[in-house]
T-cell receptor, first 114, second 113 residues
Framework: QKEVEQNSGPLSVPEGAIASLNCTYSDRGSQSFFWYRQYSGKSPELIMFIYSNGDKEDGRFTAQLNKASQYVSLLIRDSQPSDSATYLCAVFTVIQGGSEKLVFGKGTKLTVNP | NAGVTQTPKFRILKIGQSMTLQCTQDMNHNYMYWYRQDPGMGLKLIYYSVGAGITDKGEVPNGYNVSRSTTEDFPLRLELAAPSQTSVYFC????????????FGQGTRLTVV
């Protein structure tokens, strides 16, 4: 099982709709969870992080974490064409020897149609 | 604010050549990372460092080497370049491991021919 898995998509939603992006992770000891947005040809940029079970809201974005199910999601309300990008889920995970690293999923490509 | 600076932005190498990708951050971050991103794929961790003098392998370390002599710098060395190393390379840094933001450089697009 891969450490961090995302639906590769692509995901297409109409403008104004809610986009739902999902991510699962394998290590129950993981502590913190991140959503990055990456526009084509650009570097990733952080949208949100979450480390407690439940929801965290920031403007049009809501991150949801369920540690029991090892599941984290990102909801984008009132989707805009400018939200069209690849969304990367990242998890701080423990590896051999007790060190930690930031592990990324493959990303989900989102297209918001005007 | 410079943040994370990578050089060069683009490079074409011939098979068997070597090169060093430079990465510098001015945020006094302990953690630094090198990732590669192949077309249409996510980021794969090559090497990472938790502080000066400490480095460790990630998912795909073969064909690469790193060093971390200072907090600021984390160069990535490619020895005997191969076409399989054609990719976009990202350097990133973060202050701590919990609830921290990883800042990325602008990337280096490397082609090996």
């Amino acid at each position: 099982q891969k450490e961090v898995e995302q639906n590769s998509g692509p995901l297409s939603v109409p403008e104004g709709a809610i986009a739902s992006l999902n991510c699962t992770y394998s290590d129950r000891g993981s502590q913190s969870f991140f959503w990055y947005r990456q526009y084509s040809g650009k570097s990733p940029e952080l949208i949100m992080f979450i480390y407690s079970n439940g929801d965290k809201e920031d403007g049009r974005f809501t991150a949801q974490l369920n540690k029991a199910s090892q599941y984290v999601s990102l909801l984008i309300r009132d989707s805009q064409p400018s939200d069209s990008a690849t969304y990367l889920c990242a998890v701080f995970t423990v590896i051999q020897g007790g060190s930690e690293k930031l592990v990324f999923g493959k990303g989900t490509k989102l297209t918001v149609n005007p | 604010n410079a943040g994370v600076t990578q050089t060069p932005k683009f490079r074409i190498l011939k098979i068997g050549q070597s090169m060093t990708l430079q990465c510098t951050q001015d945020m006094n971050h302990n953690y630094m990372y090198w990732y590669r991103q192949d077309p249409g794929m996510g980021l794969k961790l090559i090497y990472y460092s938790v502080g000066a003098g400490i480095t460790d392998k990630g998912e795909v370390p073969n064909g690469y080497n790193v060093s971390r002599s200072t907090t600021e710098d984390f160069p990535l060395r490619l020895e005997l370049a191969a076409p399989s190393q054609t990719s976009v390379y990202f350097c990133a840094s973060s202050y701590s491991k919990v609830a921290s933001e990883a800042f990325f450089g602008q990337g280096t697009r490397l082609t090996v021919v």
